[in-house]
């Protein structure tokens, strides 16, 4: 059996995969652009590392809800592993066009 804990870093390294690879950077650059503190430079660097950070984020949370929703709706014990599951999945689906990016020769 996966433990939860387990299951929760596989979700993680999802985001960052996403996060590194999404076609959505593309989107997330002109927002970072806007978003990033004055304490930063607007670098390239910069930039891509936020927008990075920003994709990732969008993708652990996004992915969280439906998990959420089980959890507070459906499941009685809070040691079920099926929350995680269904997390995991979401990030999976979210991850998709990333693996694309990345599967294209």
């Known amino acids: ?18 996060g590194l690879f999404s076609p959505y ?3 997330a650059v002109p927002i ?4 990033l503190p004055e304490l930063f430079p607007k670098t390239v660097h910069w930039v ?21 929703l089980w959890e507070r709706l459906a499941e009685g014990d809070p040691q079920s592993p099926v929350s995680m599951w269904i997390w995991l999945g ?5 991850t998709l066009p990333a693996f694309q990016v990345l599967l294209r020769p």
Do not use: E, K, W
């Open 1 to 18: 059996m996966v433990s939860r804990q387990f299951l929760f870093v596989l979700v993680v390294g999802l985001c960052v995969v996403n």
């Open 25 to 27: 950077l593309q989107i």
């Open 32 to 35: 970072t652009t806007m978003l």
């Open 48 to 68: 891509l590392m936020f927008s990075s950070i920003l994709v990732s984020t969008a993708t652990l949370l996004g992915s969280g809800v439906p998990a959420a």
């Open 90 to 94: 979401g990030a999976v689906l979210l």
